[in-house]
């Protein structure tokens, strides 16, 4: 099997142009078959703001209404989505940007209403490996931004971080796959007030201990979840590192199973 | 050679629910081969006046600075491109949205500066109609947004009329190509005041005779010169008509060679 890498990279990081000329230069610098799955939120909130609409979060998750939908539409697929594509251009990769209604790549169900009513927002029911494995094999680098759709003409608002992993577990059937979360940190710390403190390797057994210890906790939790779910449905192995050591060796944390 | 169907649609009728899903509905039922280009400046228009940016339109040209940049990439590329994909992918049609930028396939320059600077604005400089024809033979039904891209990291505003003509023609190299220009008339009209006045057909003396003796003006002009063109080029027809008789036969007016 070819291999290919998936990489993850949020907010901060695409939405500050000298991050992302960064993070482009190194993606670009990647060798083989790859995918990016980038966020946006921090551009939708502050676009939201500019028209006047409030931006509701819940547990970390952005409440999204008909006008909310129209933003992040607008911002992950048009604006930040659009940046990237032309960004990796110039540096020579053949980026193709998409949502999941695009070919229809990632097909969602609209989450369920239950003590939150989150609108139109997405839970991934199937990802098209096989559609985008055929792109890839055409030497597109497929760039996917944090939207998915319902099948019946609706965008849904969707997380970057689950629409990875869904998507390096599709993807698991027709390469080896390498799924690199990207966030600000060195990786996993063990003490969040030193960043040098990276812990180079979870097993499922120590990410439970680090759970109960209160080692690993907030926003670290389901990242890692995400992350020892694509272990067990076929991905080789998971990276949460920064940006900026992408593509460098014994960087980061590796998740294994 | 195998016919392929390219429908350019403006304006009123992407941006409005109910003429939009007349479209998809027609354009769902063109059998065969089939691409489209869209416009979006109304939505552009009122998204930057929503955000207090001035549109200024110089000889029905839209001039882009740095901030309307920002406007068009995000309603062309986002959102009147996805609430398109979404909604013919809920019709079976397999769309994917792009833009010029993706996959490289129309590069521009940016418009050199004369009486008037047009900033972020491009002139198709080349169309991958090579890569265009791999996505249509994988089934996949382009539907392009009307951006651009310089090719050095930054999308460019461009003309979707040029955008379908250029598109056309790069495409008459691997297909027997109809390109159908869609507007709100049901053809090119005798007298603008008379609705059932379409011209069925009009050769290109013709053209020249209509705009000596006026009955072709306006904004008829560069539509008629960009059919010729495509005709000059390998296209083998051109037509222009309303959204709603797309795949109707007799219909609208015949540019003819």
Redesign the interface.
């Known amino acids: 099997m070819e291999h290919l890498t998936l990489i993850k990279v949020g907010g901060k990081i695409v939405e500050e142009q000298e991050a992302l000329s960064r993070l482009l230069a190194s993606f670009a610098s990647i060798s083989g078959r790859k995918v990016l799955v980038h966020g946006g939120g921090r551009s939708a909130t502050a676009?939201a703001a500019?028209?006047g609409i409030e931006s509701r979060m819940v547990g970390g998750r952005r409440v999204t209404d008909k006008a909310m939908l129209?933003v992040v539409?607008?911002?992950?697929?048009?604006?930040v989505?659009?940046?990237i594509?032309?960004?990796l251009?110039?540096a020579g990769v053949?980026?193709?940007?998409?949502?999941g209604?695009?070919?229809?790549i990632l097909l969602s169900d609209k989450r369920p209403v239950k003590e939150v009513d989150y609108g139109y927002v997405g839970d991934v029911r199937r990802v098209d490996g096989k559609?985008l494995a055929?792109l890839i094999e055409?030497g597109?680098v497929p760039v996917i931004a944090p939207?998915t759709?319902?099948?019946?003409?609706?965008?849904l608002n969707t997380n970057a971080d689950t629409m990875a992993g869904e998507t390096a577990k599709a993807l698991a059937a027709y390469y080896d796959v390498t799924l690199i979360y990207c966030f600000e940190k060195k990786g996993v710390l063990r003490d969040e007030n030193d960043d040098e403190s990276v812990i180079p390797e979870i097993t499922f057994p120590l990410f439970n201990k680090y759970c109960d210890e209160g080692v690993v906790q907030g926003g670290m939790i389901p990242k890692l979840e995400n992350a020892f779910d694509a272990i067990r449905h076929g991905v080789r192995e998971v990276i949460i590192t920064r940006a900026d050591a992408i593509g460098q060796e014994n960087e980061g944390t590796r998740i294994v199973g």
């Open positions: 676009m500019r028209l129209e539409t607008m911002v992950y697929g048009g604006l989505n659009k940046n594509v032309a960004g251009q110039a053949n980026a193709l940007g998409m949502t209604a695009d070919m229809n559609s055929g055409m597109v939207l759709h319902d099948g019946k003409g609706s965008m």
